[in-house]
């Protein structure tokens, strides 16, 4: 494996609730965790939702020693850019990493 290929800081995220500066609740994204990831996009398409055309971006990310907390219901964040994580896929002969099937909606 070329730990030099895992060069993106990429933070994972859980949909929850918080409290606002006044006390009430909020919807949002929470941190889980962050680690150095491998991101290759895949492809591109274009679709139609809603009345508009928005692109579709499909990438993968290999992350190394992924906690078993990273699931579907997540996502991943990057320099701004928001991956949907679609997939986990487990590497069940060593352990080393998980590859996540990703979405980018733009």
């Not at 290929?5 to 995220?13: C, D, E, I, P, R």
């Not at 990310?61 to 850019?81: E, H, K």
Request: hydrophobic share 35%.
């Amino acid at each position: 494996m070329d730990i030099g290929a895992f060069n993106a800081l990429v933070s994972f995220q859980q949909p929850g609730t918080t409290q606002d500066e006044h006390g009430q609740t909020t919807t949002g994204w929470t941190e889980v965790c962050r680690r150095w990831t491998n991101i290759r996009n895949q492809n591109g398409a274009e679709a139609i939702r809603g009345g508009a055309t928005t692109s579709l971006v499909q990438a993968s990310l290999r992350v190394l020693n992924c906690p078993q907390t990273i699931n579907s219901g997540m996502r991943a964040v990057y320099r701004g850019r928001v991956y949907k994580i679609l997939a986990v896929l487990p590497d069940e002969a060593e352990q080393a990493h998980v590859d996540l099937v990703c979405e980018v909606v733009t």
